[in-house]
């Protein structure tokens, strides 16, 4: 199959297959990141897509399967950071006002959106780049950034 004729078969789905995302993941970058990846999948075996009946039922099919994976991973990931947050859970030394760093943290961590939280919690845990790269999905620029400006934020959020 050429460029052009994958072209004229599957880039049209786009809006379609990312709603059916959506609908699946209730997050618009997971949903974007599910479909970027069901054509790259597409893209990689386009070779045996020539005499698809329906393209479009074969996306959607595929994209359900990924949508499952990313659920099974970030279920996976949140159960494996419960265990690792409940083991950790010792008693940190106060601050100057009293106040436990361990309460701050969770306060802190609280506070942050779903996908910061887990970078963060994960970055605690002692989870590589690699590692969190792999469990959620976010590239690793992405979660280098993340980190930084978590960190930066919980320094300026302690000092207050």
Same mark, same amino acid.
């Given at each position: 199959?050429?460029?052009?004729?994958?072209?004229?078969?599957? =880039?049209?789905?786009?809006?379609?297959?990312?709603?059916?995302?959506?609908?699946? =993941?209730?997050?618009?970058?997971?949903?974007?990141?599910?479909?970027?990846?069901?054509?790259?999948? =597409?893209?990689?075996?386009?070779?045996?897509? #020539?005499?698809?009946? $329906?393209?479009?039922?074969?996306?959607?099919?595929?994209?359900?399967?990924?949508?499952?994976?990313?659920?099974?991973?970030?279920?996976?990931?949140?159960?494996?950071?419960?265990?690792?947050?409940?083991?950790?859970?010792?008693?940190?030394?106060?601050?100057?006002?009293?106040?436990?760093?361990?309460?701050?943290?969770?306060?802190?961590?609280?506070? =942050?959106?779903?996908?910061?939280?887990?970078?963060?919690?994960?970055?605690?845990?002692?989870?590589?780049?690699?590692?969190?790269?792999?469990?959620?999905?976010?590239?690793?620029?992405?979660?280098?950034?993340?980190? $930084?400006?978590?960190?930066?934020?919980?320094? #300026?959020?302690?000092?207050?």
């Amino acid at each position: 199959m050429t460029h052009s004729e994958f072209k004229i078969r599957f =880039l049209p789905l786009h809006h379609i297959l990312l709603g059916e995302a959506r609908k699946m =993941l209730c997050d618009d970058f997971e949903a974007e990141d599910a479909v970027q990846n069901l054509y790259l999948r =597409l893209w990689a075996g386009r070779e045996r897509l #020539k005499d698809l009946a $329906s393209p479009e039922g074969y996306c959607r099919t595929v994209l359900r399967n990924i949508c499952i994976d990313r659920w099974r991973a970030l279920r996976l990931a949140e159960e494996k950071n419960r265990l690792l947050v409940e083991d950790t859970t010792t008693e940190a030394a106060p601050d100057a006002d009293g106040e436990n760093i361990q309460e701050c943290l969770s306060h802190f961590l609280g506070s =942050l959106p779903d996908i910061q939280r887990r970078i963060m919690k994960m970055t605690i845990n002692g989870y590589g780049i690699k590692e969190i790269e792999q469990i959620t999905g976010v590239p690793e620029a992405n979660i280098r950034v993340t980190v $930084s400006r978590l960190r930066k934020r919980f320094r #300026k959020y302690i000092n207050e």
